[in-house]
């Protein structure tokens, strides 16, 4: 896909969700949060890679207070020497604001190993029934689904899930996709 192509996809995308009023943003995320919660998949992963909302992201926070005793784990963006995704465990009075404005670990945190993932959550402007996702454009879920062997799920609204985006040799897909409508295998 060229970069202009994904460049009108992500404005379109990202329209469409800064669209959905704040009522619509909390009923979507409660809906996926219960669609995961009832999950054999889910129920049984211990050590869970969640990501912080950031704007109108779908928000999954209240899955690490329904379920204290699991290992979350939140990422944390570096862009050098290459764009990449650093690990750590969620620590709710240890997050620190990006320059961006999203919230992340505090670096000081431990490090974990994306060996030791049993799940991945990983937002998405827009994911494809083939489990292909269009970011924010950095590279950085690419870069880390490609060494896990985690369960990958795409996490988006149901309006963003399309049935097939151009995808370039680097994009990763995911396993299976979540949305307010439920919880799919990609194709």
Known sequence: MSLLAKSILRA???????????????????????????????????????????????????LVERFPARRWVIPRTLARPEPHLILHPYDPARLVRHRFGMLEPDPHLPIIEPGDLEMVLAPGLVYDRRGYRVGYGGGYYDRLLACVTAVKVGIAYAALMMDRIPNDEFDQPVDWLASEMGICQSI
């Open 12 to 62: 379109r995308c990202r329209a469409l969700r800064e669209a959905m009023t704040l009522e619509q943003v909390a009923l979507a995320s409660a809906r996926v949060c219960g669609h995961l919660a009832a999950w054999p998949a889910f129920q049984q992963a211990q050590t869970v890679m969640i990501y912080m909302a950031f704007g109108k992201e779908i928000n999954l926070t209240p």
